[in-house]
Nanobody, 126 residues
Framework: QVELVESGGGAVQPGGSLSLSCKFSTYNTADLCMAWFHQAPAYERKGVASINSLGITDYEDSVRARFTISKDNVKNILYLEMTALKPEDTGIYYC????????????????????WGQGTQVTISS
């Protein structure tokens, strides 16, 4: 089991930037995939970025050129740097973790992700 605590949400205008952090705790980091999911109002939770234990990243197409996921393996913190934010980026952002020995995180398969943080609200509005 991985314990996850997000921070860093807030409100910005369109075109602005935000950084999210997720402090994670686990006794075993082997084969660990971590990701950020976005849940817009009235929509299902959707994966936007993932990183595996080798540091290989994957992004959902709508954020690929705007968001950057990274991980500090010493401090055990997962980050999401978000730029060029749009109103449709509004919603709750969740940090998530799962074990994937293959290294394939399966970002698009929400049901495979085992551990979740409490979420942090991001609001993009003028």
């Amino acid at each position: 089991q991985v314990e996850l605590v997000e921070s860093g949400g807030g409100a910005v205008q369109p075109g602005g930037s935000l950084s999210l952090s997720c402090k994670f705790s686990t006794y075993n980091t082997a084969d660990l995939c971590m990701a950020w999911f976005h849940q817009a109002p009235a929509y299902e939770r959707k994966g936007v970025a993932s990183i595996n234990s080798l540091g290989i990243t994957d992004y959902e197409d709508s954020v690929r050129a705007r968001f950057t996921i990274s991980k500090d393996n010493v401090k055990n913190i997962l980050y999401l740097e978000m730029t060029a934010l749009k109103p449709e980026d509004t919603g709750i952002y969740y940090c998530a973790a799962r074990r994937a020995p293959s290294g394939h995180c399966a970002l698009s398969l929400t049901h495979l992700w085992d551990d979740w943080g409490q979420g942090t609200q991001v609001t993009i509005s003028s």
